[in-house]
């Protein structure tokens, strides 16, 4: 398996350029989630979804659309790049939710916004 | 809304020295989960605590949950190099399923 994948690793936007970041995961979970995370803040959740067709807000969702057509994929858009949006973004998946499950990081994409 | 606090902010220890983090939920948690984060790196998941008083042990670190479910703690015996990176706590937002608070996480460095 090969886990929790994400594209690109790295990338960089002029303000206002749009662009999906792409997340998949092979372990069957219905469980996906977006965090953002900046130097002293730790992780924040942008965005989750508890199944296909489901989604919802987390702590930081402005800016940001999600969708999810199927299991395995959960990407991320931002519509008009803003220099705020400047960060590192992880997704992670689990089977059952936060409650009483492990949460399965990919590698992260490091987003600059110029 | 809920908040998750880690102290401290940061460690630097000998190596062979212990390591200790702590983390305070302003709400009671009904679990709390630690990651681990490499320089560079995705958080990894290290362990769940879900009952009150709860100590886990793995290895050279050991973890409680407190009685009233609303801290916990990391210790390290004898920190190696190998001990490196960001300690982050994570409890479940507002007793949500699905919305998970993480601290702001101890780094932790270690000189050989």
């Known amino acids: 398996n090969a886990g929790v994948t994400q594209t690109p690793k790295f990338q960089v936007l002029k303000t206002g350029q749009s662009m999906t970041l792409q997340c998949a995961q092979d372990?069957?979970?219905?469980?996906m989630s977006w965090y953002r995370q900046d130097p002293g803040m730790g992780l924040r959740l942008i965005h989750y979804?508890?199944?296909?067709?489901?989604?919802d807000q987390g702590e930081v969702p402005n800016g940001y659309n999600v969708s999810r057509s199927t299991t395995e994929d959960f990407p991320l858009r931002l519509l008009s790049a803003a220099p705020s949006q400047t960060s590192v973004y992880f997704c992670?998946?689990?089977?059952?939710?936060?409650?009483?499950?492990?949460?399965?990081f990919g590698p992260g994409t490091r987003l600059t916004v110029l | 809304g809920q908040q998750v606090m880690q102290i401290p902010q940061y460690q630097h220890v000998q190596e062979g020295e212990d390591f200790t983090t702590y983390c305070n939920s302003s709400?009671?948690?009904?679990?709390i989960q630690w990651y681990k984060q490499r320089p560079g790196g995705h958080p990894v998941f290290l362990i769940q605590?879900?009952?009150?008083?709860e100590v886990k042990k793995q290895k050279r670190l050991t973890f409680q949950f407190g009685e009233a479910k609303k801290n916990s703690s990391l210790h390290i015996t004898a920190t190696q190099t190998t001990d490196v990176g960001t300690y982050f706590c994570?409890?479940?937002?507002?007793?949500?399923?699905?919305?998970?608070?993480f601290g702001k996480g101890t780094l932790l460095t270690v000189n050989p």
């Open positions: 994570a409890g479940p937002s507002g007793g949500s399923n699905y919305k998970l608070t």
């Open positions: 979804s508890v199944g296909a067709g489901i989604t």
């Open positions: 372990m069957n979970h219905e469980y």
């Open positions: 709400t009671t948690l009904s679990n």
């Open positions: 605590l879900v009952k009150s008083g």
């Open positions: 992670a998946s689990s089977s059952q939710g936060v409650l009483a499950d492990t949460q399965y």
